[in-house]
């Protein structure tokens, strides 16, 4: 492999006119496919073959594609001392009722006040109306959303309290604004003060833009001919930027290094890419195979997040192994900072005083540093055993929807507001629907079992059930799953429980049930993924264990914020209560993958130090010497790229961003910056123990190797080559240094052997190439 990118990354340099020409086509078509193409993207979750679903099918077809249409509950609460049945106060719901009609798209509105059909609290301080859309939430359009807003604004000025609830008034995640622009200026801070130099910061960061920006266009796109998400564009820019900004980063500092060792610009691009694009392929790929591997849990919706946020993984991917070589070649010496650009040797190896000390401690104190990095995340951790799921979510604390909610808990009941519908369907559905009520009604957790509704051909009928909790009460599970076992089907009458309560229910049964099959999956598939890369057992394996740890931890920081309520309002969390259904097994898959990504770019250095001589200690500390920093400045920007997406977030992608803000600083400053190394040291010679049975595993080459085998011959020609296409400004250079490359430091990707003792890690590192 690292063969191979050597020769894509030449080939990209060389041609680097050709390669930038060809990406900005590729970003302008998407653009333009984004703008002309684009379709609507969905805020609801259901699941194909589920009751609930099924059931949503057949009331289209049986009453009409308006009885699952999406609804909004205007609620009016009168003034201290007064009812909402007095003639002005009735005048006045009267007159909002006939207004709200009047908006587009509305099918239906209902009279509170309406004997045959009334909706006001016993004590009649309050009451609601319902709003009926004609098409599902996803396609409410802002301007219907703003619509009624005004027209509850505009009641309030009658003196009662008029607020508004449900799922037509939930907006879809919007791609660009503060979030993105926050997280790219704290990205560009951050590669500004690694490299040194604003010119390679900003190529780093443009490279990472223009991939982001075709994978986001790309799916932005496929919202014309497939329904997606609408946080799905939203999850690939927050992923595809950060994995962009980083996988660039790390071929970027290699470069770097080369060019430090005196090679010519196009062969340190080449040789990056041979060696630190190896490990971002395989980082990569191990993205890649946690997101794909979402499609094995058999939700559509969860699939297409999956997929679309892998392709834009593959893209970062590719962009990083050739668009980044290319514009590498074309700004040479000037990634450098101009005090390094005439000095030739690594002089100023990464990771001197701080990192080396760091490193020297942790694994001289493994033992204590193991124990007190595993103790801290495993009582962060604790709060994960108490995490509810649910698909519905709260409103915001202070918005219109949150006012309106807790004045029907107070005044009705909390199930008011989450109704669970009883579909009974076929030849003899309306006489048997009357005994389905009777039953429902007798069961425990009931407020009201409406009469059944037939439809115009009385070939169905439905029954509105109010339960007496919640829609995120256990009580309300437990009522959903008594009427399946305890309601039977009748001889020419089947029996459907559904409404947007029972199919939050089965949603969150089927990714809890699903998320244990999916983490096993990924983890052996990734697993063995590092056995190949590191030709080892235990080293993949402490991998993995770390990685438990940082699902725990942050899971467990997740639910004491956004569950629990701890500091929810220093970032801003909005609401508080049981977390998206969708978001652990979202979480898991993401995080997993950036995980690995660390523990590929940190331990393969290790490996490469242990490869070439050095003792076990030794290779720890010249590895984390040389990966360490760069890990640093990775995982702060991935960190910062993440959190910005908390505080002015949509709410949907609030605890997820959250989750993998922490889940990064967890595993990179606590898991891989003192853990792994600290077991590792633990292990000593036999990390790197690979039984013999398995030594027929093929090598995957991750720290290029084989290009420290390549015959000098073809070196000094490849060398040659690319001395004479090198950009103004960096050929001298090239040749001023080519029999310095020739003579200390062999053919290009010839690497010194440190010697296996421990005064040696400093030399070790100096000759190891980063």
């Known amino acids: 492999m690292a063969t191979l990118l050597h020769r894509l990354g030449l080939a990209s340099v060389r041609h680097r006119i050709v390669v930038t020409v060809v990406w900005l086509l590729a970003l302008v078509a998407v653009g333009v496919g984004a703008a002309t193409l684009s379709g609507t993207t969905a805020n609801t979750f259901s699941i194909p073959g589920q009751e609930s679903t099924k059931a949503l099918d057949l009331m289209k077809e049986k009453f009409g594609a308006a009885s699952a249409g999406a609804t909004v509950q205007v609620v009016f609460e009168a003034p201290a001392g007064e009812t909402v049945t007095s003639q002005d106060n009735a005048a006045q719901i009267a007159k909002t009722v006939a207004s709200l009609g009047q908006v587009p798209g509305v099918v239906s509105v209902s009279n509170p006040l309406d004997e045959a059909n009334p909706a006001v609290s016993r004590d009649q301080v309050a009451a609601y109306s319902t709003v009926t859309f004609d098409v599902q939430p996803s396609l409410v359009t802002d301007e219907q959303r703003e619509s009624i807003i005004d027209k509850v604004e505009d009641a309030r000025s009658f003196g009662m309290t008029v607020e508004a609830e449900g799922e037509a008034l939930s907006n879809p995640a919007d791609i660009g604004g503060a979030s993105e622009i926050l997280g790219v200026v704290v990205a560009l801070i951050v590669l500004a003060l690694t490299y040194g130099s604003l010119v390679a910061a900003g190529m780093n960061l443009l490279t990472a833009i223009v991939g982001v920006g075709i994978g986001a266009a790309g799916i932005v796109t496929l919202t014309g001919f497939v329904d997606l998400q609408s946080t799905t564009p939203i999850l690939a820019v927050m992923l595809g930027l950060a994995v962009g900004i980083d996988y660039a980063l790390f071929i970027v500092t290699r470069f770097r290094h080369e060019l430090r060792r005196g090679l010519p610009v196009e062969e340190s691009a080449a040789m990056a890419v041979g060696t630190a694009g190896s490990a971002v392929v395989t980082a990569g790929l191990t993205v890649v195979i946690a997101l794909a591997g979402l499609s094995v849990v058999g939700i559509p919706f969860l699939t297409e997040m999956g997929l679309a946020a892998a392709a834009t993984i593959v893209i970062a991917v590719l962009v990083a192994i050739t668009l980044v070589p290319a514009i590498l070649g074309f700004i040479g010496l000037r990634a450098l900072p101009k005090k390094q650009r005439g000095v030739h040797g690594d002089v100023l190896p990464d990771g001197r005083g701080f990192i080396k000390g760091w490193a020297d401690l942790v694994t001289r104190q493994r033992t204590i540093s193991l124990v007190l990095a595993v103790a801290a995340l495993a009582v962060i951790a604790i709060p994960f055993f108490s995490m509810q799921t649910t698909l519905n979510q709260r409103a915001a604390e202070g918005s219109t929807q949150a006012k309106a909610q807790a004045i029907i808990d107070s005044r009705f009941g909390p199930g008011v507001s989450s109704p669970l519908l009883v579909l009974v369907d076929g030849p003899d559905a309306v006489q048997y629907a009357t005994t389905v009520q009777k039953q429902v009604a007798s069961l425990p957790d009931v407020a009201l079992a409406t009469p059944a509704q037939p439809n115009q051909d009385q070939s169905a009928a439905l029954i509105t059930i109010i339960p007496a909790s919640g829609p995120e009460d256990q009580k309300t599970v437990d009522l959903v799953h008594a009427i399946r076992d305890t309601v039977p089907d009748a001889d020419g009458a089947e029996v459907y429980v559904t409404g947007?309560?029972?199919?939050?229910?089965?949603?969150s049964q089927k990714l809890n049930d699903a998320l244990p099959v999916y983490l096993a999956l990924v983890v052996g598939l990734a697993f063995v993924l590092l056995v190949l890369v590191f030709r080892s057992i235990l080293v993949p394996v402490v991998g993995v264990l770390g990685f438990l740890l940082t699902i725990g931890a942050a899971f467990g920081a997740t639910v004491a914020v956004f569950q629990w309520g701890w500091a929810a309002d220093a970032v801003n969390a909005g609401s508080t209560g049981p977390i998206?259904?969708?978001?652990?097994?979202?979480?898991?898959?993401?995080?997993?993958?950036?995980?690995?990504?660390?523990?590929?770019?940190?331990?393969?250095?290790?490996?490469?130090?242990?490869?070439?001589?050095?003792?076990?200690r030794d290779a720890i500390v010249t590895g984390f010497r040389q990966a360490a920093p760069v890990v640093v400045a990775a995982a702060t920007i991935m960190f910062a790229v993440f959190a910005a997406f908390v505080p002015?977030?949509?709410?949907?992608?609030?605890?997820?961003?959250?989750a993998l803000a922490v889940g990064i600083a967890f595993d990179a400053f606590i898991?891989?910056?003192?853990?792994?190394?600290?077991?590792?040291?633990l292990l000593g010679r036999s990390a790197w123990w690979l039984p013999s049975w398995l030594r027929w595993l093929p090598e995957l080459d991750v720290e290029g190797a084989a290009l420290e085998r390549k015959p000098s011959a073809s070196a000094s020609s490849e060398s040659s080559a690319s001395r004479s296409a090198s950009p103004?400004?960096?050929?001298?250079?090239?040749?001023?240094?080519?029999?310095?490359?020739?003579?200390s430091a062999g053919s290009p990707g010839t690497r010194v052997t440190p010697e296996p003792h421990a005064d040696s890690a400093d030399t070790a590192s100096e000759s190891t190439s980063v």
């Open 671 to 681: 898991v891989r910056m003192i853990a792994v190394p600290a077991a590792l040291a």
């Open 728 to 743: 103004s400004g960096a050929s001298s250079a090239g040749s001023s240094v080519s029999a310095s490359a020739g003579s």
């Open 500 to 507: 947007n309560t029972a199919v939050s229910i089965d949603v």
């Open 648 to 658: 002015e977030g949509n709410d949907t992608i609030k605890p997820i961003a959250f």
């Open 580 to 616: 998206l259904s969708l978001a652990p097994i979202i979480i898991v898959g993401i995080l997993f993958g950036l995980a690995m990504d660390y523990q590929v770019f940190l331990v393969s250095r290790m490996h490469e130090a242990h490869a070439h001589g050095a003792s076990p």
